[in-house]
Structure formats: structure tokens, C-alpha cells
């Protein structure tokens, strides 16, 4: 059983590992400030999710419920607090790289706009 966990604290380990590393050059390669926090707060929070969730397999007793404590904590505000950002961002009037869809957000605040008028 020991040996089983082992292994699977280490695949857990390196696929954080990867993920946080996909995260990091999604941040250096990505057009705007939007997809970057993108990329940032998802595959970085799933990245250190898997790290302490192979530390807890690793480890033993009330660290272990430790981990996975900050893992389910860290998955429930991560994206929370991506998005808000992006909204304070959006709102500050930094405009994202859009494509053939369009600004949507921006669309809907200018009919509430016209609608109060």
C-alpha cells in the first residue's frame, strides 16, 4: 500500500508540475490581460490542486487533511477572484483581444446604458 502511494504522490506531483508549468507560458504567450488571468487562475489553481493533493498522498494524518483542505479552498476562490478582476479590468475600460463574437459584456453594459437614459 505504501508503494501504491508513492507512486501515485509522484504522477500527482509531476502532472501539477505540468499543468503549473502550461499555466505559466499560457501567461507569457497569450494576447491580453484577460486570457492570461485566464490561464493563470485555472490551470495554475488545478496545477497546485494536484501538488497538494500528491502531498497529502505522500504525507500522513491531519497534514493530509490539511492538504486536501487548501486544495478544495484553493479551487473554490481561484476562480472567483479571476473573475473578479477581469470584471474591475473590464470596467476600467481595458479593452480584451476579441475576436469575429465581439465584446458581449461590453454590449450588454451598453444597453443598460441606453435603457437608463
Do not use: C, W
Amino acid at each position: 500500500m505504501e508503494a501504491f502511494l508513492s507512486l501515485l504522490a509522484s504522477v500527482l506531483l509531476v502532472l501539477g508540475a505540468l499543468l503549473g508549468l502550461v499555466g505559466a507560458i499560457g501567461v507569457i504567450r497569450l494576447p491580453d490581460s484577460y486570457t492570461r488571468m485566464h490561464s493563470a487562475s485555472k490551470a495554475g489553481a488545478l496545477g497546485a490542486a494536484l501538488i497538494l493533493t500528491g502531498v497529502a498522498a505522500a504525507s500522513e494524518g491531519a497534514f493530509a487533511l490539511a492538504a486536501l483542505f487548501a486544495a478544495g479552498v484553493l479551487l473554490a476562490t481561484a476562480p472567483l477572484a479571476a473573475h473578479a478582476m477581469a470584471r474591475a479590468a473590464h470596467r476600467a475600460g481595458i479593452t480584451p483581444h476579441t475576436g469575429p463574437l465581439g465584446d458581449a459584456l461590453a454590449e450588454a453594459n451598453e444597453g443598460d446604458k441606453t435603457a437608463r437614459k
